[in-house]
C-alpha cells in the first residue's frame, strides 16, 4: 500500500484543527488518519463513555464538563444520556445554548521521529479521539432516577444487590439527591474521527514505532496494541 508522508502533519498532531489566525475550529482532518467502518467508530465510543461535553453560554463563553454517559440507537439515530448537576454553571449554559461537542478520548502517546527511517522531520502525537456534535435536552421527573438506577446497575456489574445501587440507597438520601441532579439526552447530528496511528510511515518505521511503545507506559502500549491490529491493512501487498 502506497504510504504518503506529510511531514507538516507531524508536527501539529494535537492541533484537533485549531486555526491560530482566525480561530475557526475544526476537526483534525486527514484521510489516512480515518477509517471506513462507521461501526468501529460506534465502538469506540461505547468504550470510552467518560466525555468531556463542551459548548459556549449566551455571552459566547466556552464551558465544559465531565459526565459519563451511555449510547443508544432509536429510529435510526444516536443518542447520548447521562445525568449532571442541577443550576450548575455549565447546566445552565447548556440550557441556554443547546448545541453540544461531545469528546470521546482513548488512549494517546509520544513518538519520536528518531524511530523512524528517515528522522530528519518533527515528531509526533498518535492518538484515537471522536467528536460527536449534537443537541442536548434536560430532562425531570422519572427520567433522573431511572438514569441513576442505569448507572449504577452498570458500574456494579450488574450486581442488583450492591448496596450502592440506586435503588438500594435510602429514600431520604435519594430525596435529597435527586433535587440537585437533572437527567439530560443528546441527539447526535455529526460524529467525526482521528485515529493517528502513523498511518502515514513506511512499514520499518511503522514496526519500529510499535517496539519502541511497547517499551513505554500504559498508554503507549495501548497505541501499539491498536496499530498492531491496522499493521496487516496498511502493508498488504
Wanted: proline letters at 4%; zero cysteines.
Amino acid at each position: 500500500m502506497q504510504k504518503r508522508f506529510n511531514a507538516f502533519s507531524d508536527f501539529l498532531p494535537i492541533a484537533i484543527g485549531i486555526s491560530i489566525f482566525n480561530f475557526q475550529f475544526v476537526m483534525y482532518n486527514l484521510p489516512y488518519f480515518k477509517i471506513d467502518n462507521p461501526e468501529e467508530v460506534l465502538q469506540f465510543m461505547k468504550d470510552h463513555p467518560f466525555i468531556m461535553l463542551t459548548g459556549v453560554d449566551v455571552n459566547n463563553h466556552p464551558i465544559a464538563t465531565q459526565v459519563p454517559v451511555f449510547m443508544d440507537e432509536k429510529d435510526g439515530k444516536i443518542f447520548l444520556s447521562g445525568h449532571m448537576m442541577r443550576n450548575a454553571d455549565h447546566q445552565k449554559a447548556f440550557a441556554q445554548n443547546p448545541n453540544v461537542l461531545a469528546l470521546f478520548t482513548g488512549p494517546h502517546a509520544y513518538v519520536s521521529a528518531t524511530w523512524y527511517t528517515n528522522s530528519q522531520m518533527g515528531s509526533t502525537w498518535n492518538y484515537m479521539t471522536v467528536h460527536a456534535k449534537g443537541t442536548i435536552r434536560f430532562q425531570d421527573g422519572d427520567a433522573i432516577p431511572a438514569a441513576l438506577e442505569r448507572l449504577s446497575l452498570h458500574y456494579e456489574k450488574g450486581n442488583a444487590d450492591s448496596s450502592t445501587v440506586y435503588h438500594n440507597l435510602p429514600a431520604e438520601y435519594t430525596e435529597r439527591m435527586l433535587k440537585g441532579i437533572l437527567a439530560f439526552e443528546i441527539e447526535i447530528t455529526a460524529i467525526e474521527h482521528v485515529f493517528k496511528l502513523s498511518q502515514n510511515r513506511d512499514q520499518q518505521s511503522f514496526e519500529n514505532i510499535i517496539s519502541r511503545l511497547k517499551e513505554q507506559g500504559v498508554d503507549a502500549g495501548l497505541i501499539a496494541a491498536e496499530m498492531e491490529k491496522i499493521k496487516s491493512k496498511l502493508f498488504s501487498s
